[in-house]
């Protein structure tokens, strides 16, 4: 694998490409070649400068390169398959429950420009999750809002996005200073990223740059919530 492999306007070209073949397996082989130089080795270039820079930021989650999407999926034809016009990955730990995703690191660049992101924390959020980031909240709320406030974390993240409550939930103090805090439905980091953004030489170094900054954030979520128990 090419170490110095970079992503380039071949790999939109690619991944366009692939939108409009989306069921057309000989296609893809066709053009595997083209995903391989283009589209793969790029996003392997990419996981192993996080798995240098992270991997000891994220005990119990493995950054590695088998973790990256596959270009097809299985498709009902026995004789097709269904063509990725994507390239992600997903580092979170191993789900030990059907009800409830783990906080992780999540990366997609697609066909589609407005689809590229980057993000982490935790999207999905079960009932027990959301209990139990309330009540931390409200126990340590020095801890997060330290977090939340540092200038690394700030310059590379725009705060908490998602859905939020009209209103803190009850129990819960309205006058709190960490009210308005409790009122996330949500509690991950996210940005786009731009064509122009993934191009560039120093991309991969950029990208391990801004989520090391919001490791404090990703690692109090995991604390907080920890895995599913029976």
Do not use: C
Not at 42 to 67: G, M, N
Not at 84 to 91: D, E, H, R
Request: proline share 4%.
């Amino acid at each position: 694998m090419s170490q110095n492999a970079v992503f380039s306007d071949k790999t939109f070209k690619y991944l366009k490409l692939a939108q409009k073949n989306t069921n057309n397996k000989e296609w893809f082989v066709k053009n595997k070649a083209n995903y391989e130089e283009n589209v793969k080795k790029p996003f392997e270039t990419l996981v192993l400068a996080l798995q240098k820079e992270l991997q000891q930021d994220l005990p119990r989650i493995l950054i590695s390169t088998k973790s990256i999407s596959r270009p097809l999926r299985p498709s009902n034809r026995a004789d097709n398959g269904l063509v990725k016009s994507f390239i992600s990955i997903n580092l979170a730990e191993k789900k030990t429950s059907m009800f409830e995703w783990n906080p992780g690191v999540y990366i997609n660049i697609d066909h589609n420009e407005e689809d590229h992101v980057l993000g982490l924390g935790l999207y999905m959020v079960s009932s027990r999750q959301m209990s139990l980031v309330r009540t931390k909240i409200s126990e340590d709320f020095e801890t997060i809002n330290e977090i939340l406030s540092e200038k690394k974390f700030k310059k590379a993240w725009k705060g908490i996005l998602g859905e939020k409550m009209k209103k803190p939930p009850k129990g819960f103090p309205v006058e709190q200073e960490y009210s308005d805090l409790l009122m996330h439905k949500q509690f991950y980091v996210a940005r786009k990223l731009k064509n122009s953004d993934i191009i560039k030489k120093d991309f991969a170094k950029t990208v391990a740059k801004d989520l090391k900054a919001a490791m404090p954030f990703l690692n109090w979520i995991r604390n907080t919530v920890g895995t599913y128990k029976k």
